[in-house]
């Protein structure tokens, strides 16, 4: 059987490319029968050309036929050299064919996408309807997400994008929003809930353990070791005359008492700066349940992304609404009450534009892949502060499959500064790197490691290997970096 190279699957093509779009095209392999194998970015075509080529030059080519035989047609001369002297030659000839107004924000946006798509006037327009005059490169690259994503070009849609990957319109915001309400010398019930929702941000990695549930907790059987090493060090410490009086008058007592007591009794003697080092020490051997961990999922959850999925299932449950409070619903409170100073509304809108820009991201055209960044509200040293997530991965029902995924983070630590780490997760087994300058990064993660693994086992997974390196990955910086990610994934089209 003599199978062409050329030859594709026509299945592949139907609706691909719709008539009177426009492409830009270089000629791989001139065919018999006026066909080519033409180049159109990433993507491969087979069509026919009704007019003279030459391999090696680059074209404007107009669809004039989308089924077998595909037949395009030439617009304009070719390019021979790929300049930005042809590229605007292009430019000019594709707005001459589509007769569309030739000034430089049109010409910016045919220049961006020419060589990502083929091109229809219509949306050309749509998209000039929505640039504001100036357009950034963000701007562009914020209707290529929509695009990608199959995300309706629409206002509504591109604002909320467009907000979402900017830290000043995120956690800087509800900055902002927290010192315009301190101004303001009477407060809606609107502005303290708002104030109420950041506390719980700022205070959700504080140690949640009180000094009365840290001593009922190590009276448990299992703190042996722990109330060993206890009393070494409170008779160490602590061992004057009075003191050890008074515990010797408790040793007539049954053991079992004693042992109960004992928490009791050390802890009326300790002053509040002793008891957070024996908390310190009990969390770091591993002796006590680290009571100060962040759960990501709680922060996601601060911030609002579950807001409208809490909403339908209070709604569909027929019970009265109890909604978690996230900054987004804070955000919606302080936008509908009358009683919100305006310049406060403007902060808020900007924040609820930033969330949902977040929560737009989730949406994706590939049904076996989930690609998006989120920027979480972490608590450092009594600020608030942004941590950059990037996540990758198979689909999984509704979600992510944490089963296969990438993760990254971008973090900015008050000590070594700019951090990337990047965890790949292969049948729960985990490689982590950690990305820093800081030479000393090594003997860091070297302490931590065992415990790390300790953990990760209690949740079925497998720690393979802990790294660090001393630069920051330009390319991973960029994926973490790009609010609005493109696909790493690529697929050969041929027509």
């Known amino acids: 059987m003599n199978i062409q ?9 139907i609706g691909t490319y719709q008539p009177e779009q426009i492409l830009k095209g270089k000629i791989s392999e001139v065919l018999p029968d006026r066909r080519a194998i033409i180049d159109i970015g990433e993507k491969r075509m087979v069509a026919k050309v009704d007019t003279e080529i030459k391999i090696g030059n680059e074209y404007l080519f107009q669809v004039k036929q989308n089924k077998d035989p595909h037949i395009l047609h030439v617009i304009g001369g070719s390019a021979s050299l790929n300049n930005e002297k042809s590229d605007q030659k292009m430019v000019s000839d594709l707005l001459r064919a589509f007769h569309l107004r030739n000034n430089q924000k049109m010409r910016q946006i045919v220049h961006f996408f020419l060589n990502q798509q083929a091109l229809s006037k219509s949306f050309l327009e749509t998209v000039y309807s929505l640039l504001p005059k100036k357009s950034t490169l963000n701007d562009l690259k914020t209707i290529q997400f929509m695009n990608n994503r199959k995300i309706p070009l629409e206002a509504s849609f591109f604002q909320a994008l467009k907000y979402s990957g900017s830290e000043h319109y995120g956690i800087e915001t509800v900055k902002n929003i927290i010192a315009l309400i301190d101004q303001e010398t009477s407060q809606s019930t609107s502005m303290e809930h708002f104030r109420g929702v950041f506390n719980t941000l700022l205070d959700s990695n504080k ?3 009180s000094d009365d549930q840290f001593f009922k907790e190590i009276k448990q059987p299992e703190h042996l070791e722990i109330k060993r090493y206890l009393l070494q060090s409170f008779f160490k410490n602590k061992g004057n005359q009075d003191v050890i009086s008074h515990f010797l008058s408790n040793l007539g007592k049954k053991p079992t008492i004693l042992i109960d007591h004992l928490s009791d009794f050390i802890k009326e003697q300790l002053n509040t700066e002793e008891i957070k080092e024996l908390k310190q020490y009990m969390l770091s051997n591993g002796g006590l349940k680290n009571y100060d961990t962040v759960s990501i999922i709680q922060q996601l959850k601060l911030l ?5 999925h809490d909403l339908c299932q209070s709604l569909l449950s027929e019970e009265k609404m109890i909604l978690n409070d996230s900054l987004k619903e804070g955000a919606l409170r302080l936008i509908q009450d009358h009683e919100t100073p305006s310049v406060i509304k403007r902060q808020a809108n900007e924040l609820l534009q930033n969330i949902t820009g977040q929560q737009i991201q989730l949406i994706s055209s590939d049904p076996a892949l989930l690609q998006f960044v989120t920027q979480l509200p972490w608590p450092s040293h009594g ?10 991965g198979k689909r999984q029902g509704k979600g992510l499959d944490a089963d296969d995924c990438r993760i990254i983070l971008s973090l900015k630590l008050e000590t070594l500064k700019e951090t990337l780490v990047h965890i790949r997760i292969q049948h729960r087994s985990l490689t982590i790197q950690v990305q820093n300058d800081d030479p000393l990064i090594k003997g860091y993660l070297k302490q931590y490691e ?3 693994k300790e953990r990760l086992q209690k949740l079925n997974y497998q720690l393979v290997s802990l790294t660090a390196i001393e630069h920051i990955d330009s390319y991973l910086k960029e994926k973490v970096d790009h609010h609005l990610p493109p696909s790493d994934y690529k697929m050969d089209v041929k027509i």
């Open 450 to 452: 065992s415990g790390l």
């Open 383 to 392: 600020q608030i502060e942004t941590i950059k997530v990037y996540w990758e």
């Open 207 to 209: 140690n949640r353990i």
């Open 304 to 308: 609002g992304l579950h807001h409208e």
């Open 5 to 13: 190279p050329y030859a594709v699957n026509q299945s592949q093509i």
